[in-house]
């Protein structure tokens, strides 16, 4: 299965981007997935998450209340809205799966089969 993201762009801060991400192959409905970001010369970090029913979320502290994950399973799509975008929002996003399917584990060793990513730049 491989995961594709998309929707990335050159924004203003304040402006919302909408990321998607859609595995081809086989569904990944059972799956938790997650967001995750990196920045230049920055380790990559976790962004977002959602069990595979959507039942549940979780977030990283600094996303959390502007950024919203959620999935259409009958798409095998993951999405990403980002409201009031900041400039420390700038990085190359990236989707995955979690191995241990728990919403709140950050780890990213955590997750697998990384899909190609998709870069967010947000101007001040």
């Known amino acids: 299965v491989q995961l594709q993201a998309s929707g990335g762009g050159l924004v203003q801060a304040g402006d919302s981007l909408k990321l998607s991400c859609v595995a081809s192959?086989?569904?990944?409905?059972?799956?938790?997935m997650g967001w995750f970001r990196q920045a230049p010369g920055k380790e990559r970090e976790f962004v977002a998450a959602?069990?595979?029913?959507?039942?549940?979320?979780h977030y990283a502290d600094s996303v959390k209340g502007r950024f919203t994950i959620s999935r259409d399973n009958a798409k095998n799509t993951l999405y990403l809205q980002m409201n009031s975008l900041k400039p420390e929002d700038t990085a190359v996003y990236y989707c995955?799966?979690?191995?241990?399917?728990?919403?709140?584990?950050?780890?990213?060793?955590?997750?697998?089969?990384w899909g190609q990513g998709t870069q967010v730049t947000v101007s001040s």
């Open positions: 995955a799966k979690s191995h241990s399917g728990v919403v709140a584990d950050t780890n990213t060793k955590s997750f697998f089969d």
């Open positions: 192959g086989r569904a990944s409905s059972v799956y938790t």
């Open positions: 959602i069990r595979g029913r959507g039942e549940s979320t």
